[in-house]
């Protein structure tokens, strides 16, 4: 599985932003997809993941702004981005697995495919 995310870029606070990443060599579905960020300076953090193409979990942090949403069909996932803050400012990575348990869907060490990331920085 190859992943590729797109869309960032440099928005105002309150911005809204949509970011896609398209995955290629093999369908997706029944896959556990993430959305992971990371700032500078910090760790990677969990933001959003549909597991296993079932249910979305979100980070606390951004529970109400953003939506995760996934198209089997094009082998593509989205994050929809609403009031934005500068403190979402990070490069933001997706990433599938196909064998995680629900346990396992917060730690970005167990997924076994990734992206190369895309910038959003949002100004204040």
């Known amino acids: 599985v190859q992943l590729q995310a797109f869309g960032g870029g440099l928005v105002q606070a309150g911005d809204s932003l949509r970011l896609s990443c398209a995955s290629s060599?093999?369908?997706?579905?029944?896959?556990?997809l993430g959305w992971f960020r990371q700032a500078p300076g910090k760790e990677r953090e969990f933001v959003g993941t549909?597991?296993?193409?079932?249910?979305?979990y979100y980070a606390d942090s951004v529970k109400g702004r953003f939506t995760f949403s996934r198209d089997n069909g094009k082998n593509t996932v989205y994050l929809q981005m609403n009031s934005l803050k500068p403190e979402d400012t990070a490069i933001y990575y997706c990433?599938?697995?196909?064998?995680?348990?629900?346990?396992?869907?917060?730690?970005?060490?167990?997924?076994?495919?990734w992206g190369q990331g895309t910038l959003v920085t949002v100004s204040s």
């Open positions: 060599g093999r369908s997706i579905s029944g896959y556990t």
């Open positions: 549909s597991f296993r193409g079932t249910r979305i």
């Open positions: 990433a599938a697995d196909s064998r995680l348990i629900l346990s396992s869907i917060y730690n970005p060490d167990n997924y076994d495919y």
